[in-house]
């Protein structure tokens, strides 16, 4: 008898804490972490490397033409999951402001998010997987095992971010962090395909006044109680 390996779905906001999360989770349980949103930021970074960004607007056709010619992957680098677009480590590149700009523009072309879910949905295929994501728990795995929404104050989020793009010593102020957040909020939530939404069965998870650990055990109890046995 072995412990079955689950596929745990974390969705909700921008820089709610959810990414590290799921990474802390994947590691206790030795499971495959999946940044989903890093794949959007893949295609985001493509299309600004190539021209398809006009006055700040994606040129959804070429775009959507040029989706043959990109390839994005994951390779673990000294303990940590970095993005390969074509083979090329974009890690870095794909966390610029730059890229946050644009980046929900992108993930609302239906061909891109059609794209994205297949290769997700291929990465899931042999359970012991923790996605995060906007649409996972209502898209790519709808029968995940566990499923949570992660939610925090913007006040809260928008600081955390700024300390994290601080310390990668990106300039950027508080008010404009908070901006962008907000309006990424937005065009999740309300682009037609695949909007953030919580199912109803996904656990909500505040982590505005909750540390990492405090996170990562309350998660941990909903896995224990979900994790059933595999004959
Ligand atoms: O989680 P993130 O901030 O790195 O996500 C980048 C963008 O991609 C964000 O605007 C939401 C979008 N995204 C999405 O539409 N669906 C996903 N499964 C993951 C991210």
Redesign the pocket.
Known sequence: MKQKRLVIAI?GY??CG??TMAKALAKELNYTFI???????GV?LFALENGMILNGNPDKESIIDSLDEITLTFETIEGKQHLMLNSRDVENE?RTPAV?EV??E???ISEV?QK?VRE?RKMGDLGGIVM?????GSV?FPNADLKFFVTAKPEIRAQRRFLELENKGIQTNLKEVLHNLET?DR??SS?SD?P?IRTKDAILIDTSFLTPHQQLNKVLEFVHQNATIDN
């Open positions: 969705d921008s820089s959810k990414s940044d989903s949103g890093a794949m959007y930021r985001a794909i946050a980046v929900s992108i993930a609302s998010r994205l997700q995060d994501g906007r649409d996972i790519v990424r065009l999740d682009r695949s953030l």
